[in-house]
């Protein structure tokens, strides 16, 4: 079965990350999902956005949760990348939902922050996500222990980059503990043994980020589950 394809941060080669634009344009190219970032605005709004400082995307040097949401959603965060994407807007996390819809796969990655910002951010986004089907992530076990605790029913991955064995063994440790449904791994990291290791556990493999075709069919040649990349058009159908 060929890997699930899912478009980081949207088509993020050819649009502004995170936005509309970036998502839409991930499913005229034929990926399967989207993956997307969300941290929480000063007043409680989970935003889709990777960093939480504005001044990459925005040129504001203020966090998102220093802001509400009434102020965050007058930034453009299209014009840095090209002009003609200027006036793309942050998005709600129920906004980036409602795109994908029926038949588009999200994979929402919550940002770790501070214990009570990140148990926040659990409890706001969790009811968002098991109404929409989305798929959970986070580098934070601490927030995948307390997705499964929110929605023991939500699909949770453990994002991991292990450098060495210890790491990897910690890492399924882990999900095997939480009950997680997989993990998501630099894709530098993996090898045949480990995805192998993987589905004997019953986890979902998943590899980021892929941007090279010979790395995807590679990958895929070893049984991976879900591919995330810039370039979704570099991977075969």
């Not at 088509?11 to 929480?40: I, K, Q």
């Not at 989970?46 to 400082?53: A, L, S």
């Not at 922050?113 to 968002?128: G, K, S």
């Amino acid at each position: 079965m060929a890997p699930i394809i899912l478009a980081h941060r949207g088509a993020s080669t050819l649009a502004p990350e995170n936005t509309a634009a970036a998502f839409a344009l991930a499913r005229t190219m034929g990926a399967d999902g989207f993956e997307c970032d969300v941290h929480l605005s000063l007043d409680g709004v989970p935003v889709v956005t990777h960093d939480r400082n504005l001044k990459r995307l925005a040129g504001l040097n203020r966090r998102v949760d220093s802001l509400p949401w009434r102020e965050l959603r007058e930034l453009d965060v299209g014009g840095w990348f090209a002009p003609r994407f200027s006036g793309q807007r942050l998005l709600r996390l129920q906004d980036a939902l409602k795109l994908a819809g029926r038949g588009f796969r999200p994979l929402v990655e919550l940002k770790q922050t501070t214990p009570r910002r990140d148990l926040a951010l659990v409890r706001t986004c969790a009811p968002l996500l098991a109404r929409a089907g989305a798929w959970a992530c986070s580098f934070s076990v601490r927030i995948c222990a307390a997705l499964r605790q929110c929605r023991p029913r939500l699909h949770v991955q453990l994002v991991v980059s292990p450098e060495n064995e210890s790491r990897w063994l910690w890492a399924l440790e882990a999900a095997c503990r939480l009950g997680l449904q997989g993990l998501a791994v630099d894709f530098r990291q993996l090898t045949r043994q480990r995805v192998e290791r993987l589905h004997q556990l019953g986890l979902r493999a998943g590899a980021w980020t892929v941007n090279r075709q010979a790395d995807y069919v590679r990958l895929a040649r070893w049984g991976v589950d879900v591919i995330e990349t810039d370039h979704p058009g570099l991977c075969p159908p």
